[in-house]
């Protein structure tokens, strides 16, 4: 009978319907479902379930492909716009500096829109005054450069070839040289820029235009170093500055960097407090901080290039004038302008230069060459050091691939904007990483020092 009551008793169903065991363990109250307690993992609930079962929803997949939509729509609209854009750049870039002297015109009662207005019209009409000034000499030197500059180009071949192992240095074997010299790139015949020689018909089914040297003439050079460095800089010049194949773009570039500048000048608060609405209440003093010290780097850097232009400028031209060196006037111009490209424009700069010194001999050619170093070397560790107070310290190898990237992409806007688009990001990566997150102490009383 017992046993009948045992078997009886294990046939029964557990009461597991009605509540939990009692060996299992408990949710405490308030718990959130799909936990037991102890922090043991229990059942998932009835959502997580379904979400896993089901996946991604329509919804989901309907805000993730809106998402990447306006994503590449927002790539598109800059790419197609990036001259606008970096020319905007620039007007905002020049409407900090502008600000800081209408603020300083405020302390004579000048109101401050006033104050930017007067400021930008005073340095074009500045500017037209001094162009006006020089623009007779500068006309006449610049067709001296013009006609001049090839010459020296030849010369400078003409010293190369007297001397076969520095050519081969600089333009490779004398053997590929002439093979590419010789052989044609195209049909008709091609005659040498030096020296004696025939051209040969084309001939059907042969080679078109083989130039032949007769007796007595030298290998033919069809090529010279002057036709290359020719075809070399229309080439870059077409893709640098193919806005400056418009007047009317040209016009309108430095328009509108003139307007940005007016206005951002009048009131940079208005831009900035728009900008603070862009980010969570709790991040805009960070934040703010952020923008204020980024628009300080940038504005100092700006007046220091704009001194060092002209200061270079004056130096280059005086110390050409010292050496004899023709359309010394123009090339300081020159020198002072391409100042504005740090690193890359004084190597621009020097190579007209060098060029105009190795009409009258090799040594003058070298000594305006050491000329440009020193120039450029006394700028580097006394003149910038002096005005920037080491605002913006930039590692050199950064600046040049920088400046190598943005002149591939975006031609000679991108070269003008490198340096202080690297310094608009490398100041937030400073002060929000190495400084807030890594916590570096160096860093934090470097930003002090500069702040005082």
Known sequence: MDEVTGSAARATP????????????????????GRARGGLPGPPAGGERRDRLHGWRSRDVLRATALVTGYLLGLTVLWVAR?????????????????????????LRIPRGLGAALIVFGFVAALYGIGATIAPTLQEQGVLLRTRVPEAVDRIQGWLNARPGFASLLLGPREDRQARNTLPSGPG???????????VPAVP?????????????ASPQIST???RVTAELG???????????????????IFLILVLAIYVGADPHLYHSGLMH???????????????????VLRKWLVTQLLAMVLIGVVSTITLSLLHVKAALALGLIAGLLEFVPTLGPIMAAIPAIAMGFLDSPEKAVSVALAYLVIQQLEGHLLIPMLMKEGMDLPPALTIVTQGVMALLFGFLGLMVAVPLLAAVIVPVKLLYVQGVLGDAAYEDEVDAEAS
Do not use: K, N
């Open 278 to 296: 862009l980010f969570p209440h709790g991040a805009r003093d960070t934040a703010g901080a952020v923008l204020t010290r980024v628009a300080t």
């Open 189 to 199: 015949p091609r005659l040498p820029s030096g020296g004696a020689g025939r051209a």
């Open 83 to 107: 001259e606008l854009f970096l020319t905007a750049f620039l007007g905002v870039l020049f409407g900090l500096a502008v600000g800081a002297g209408a603020a300083q015109l405020t302390r």
């Open 225 to 227: 170093i002057g036709q």
């Open 14 to 33: 557990a009461p597991a319907l009605a509540g939990p065991s009692a060996g299992a363990p408990q949710p405490t109250p308030g718990s959130p479902p």
């Open 205 to 217: 089914g042969g080679t078109a235009g083989v130039v032949v040297p007769t007796a007595g003439s």
């Open 235 to 253: 080439g870059a010049t077409r893709y640098l500055f193919p806005f400056l194949s418009s007047t009317v773009t040209v016009a309108a570039g």
